[in-house]
């Protein structure tokens, strides 16, 4: 099972400013993975795929890079309804598909 | 409105079963692959089961395999999860999500339920 480890747990930053959340998986899953942001009370939303592919509606302040091992979203100028917990999710090898423990994104 | 509403959730103690449902509303069902994936109270994700668009294919996360069974109507939009020997470890919020790519499955998850909540307790 590929174990997905995301850092840092916790990220705080102020709106307007930008957010660069990591994950690691432990073993090569190609660019096999996504990003999700989940809200208190919310079922998650999907924001980026394969990696680097904005999900359909998601705007362009969120990014995602790497390949591999290493994965990071960037989300630039960060707005209030940013804050919120992220989760990267694998699919190289399956079953299960895995998600990271997440990181929470907290206002400074 | 496009929406994915589950249903079945509730108390149900050590050892019972419970079945859940996810009624597609709104979107394109029939097509695509179906998904289950939980979280406990406070903790993170956790994908349960999958199932093919048309119902002929299925795969299950270790710790439900052989517990869990999850099919589908697609005459009635719907989506099903049979739960049975039901454990306090299986307390979670269930949500049912729709696999990203049509006919085929990709294992990302572009729509989502809001999700139904089962307790296990006694």
């Known amino acids: 099972e590929i174990v997905l480890t995301q850092s840092p747990d916790t990220l705080s930053l102020s709106p307007g400013e930008s957010a660069i959340l990591s994950c690691r998986a432990s073993?090569?899953?190609?660019?096999?993975l996504a990003w999700y942001q989940q809200k208190p009370g919310q079922a998650p939303r999907l924001l980026i795929y394969?990696?680097?592919n904005r999900a359909t509606g998601i705007p362009a302040r969120f990014s995602g890079r790497g390949s591999g091992t290493d994965f990071t979203l960037t989300i630039s100028s960060l707005e209030p309804a940013d804050f919120a917990v992220y989760y990267c999710q694998q699919r190289s090898n399956w079953p299960p598909y895995t998600f990271g423990q997440g990181t929470k994104l907290e206002v400074k | 409105q496009v929406q994915l509403v589950e249903s079945g959730g509730g108390v149900v103690q050590p050892g019972g079963s419970l079945r859940l449902s996810c009624t597609a509303s709104?979107?394109?069902?029939?097509?695509?692959?179906m998904h289950w994936v939980r979280q406990a109270p406070g903790k993170g994700l956790d994908w349960v089961a999958v199932i093919g668009y048309d119902g002929t294919n299925e795969h299950y996360a270790d710790s439900v395999q052989g517990r869990f069974t999850i099919f589908r109507d697609n005459s009635k939009n719907t989506l099903y999860l049979h739960m049975n020997s039901l454990r306090t470890e299986d307390t979670a919020i269930y949500y049912c999500a729709r696999d990203l790519w049509n006919t085929g499955w990709s294992g990302f998850l572009d729509l989502w339920g809001r999700g139904t909540l089962v307790t296990v307790s006694s």
């Open positions: 073993q090569s899953i190609s660019s096999y």
């Open positions: 709104g979107v394109t069902f029939s097509g695509y692959a």
């Open positions: 394969d990696a680097s």
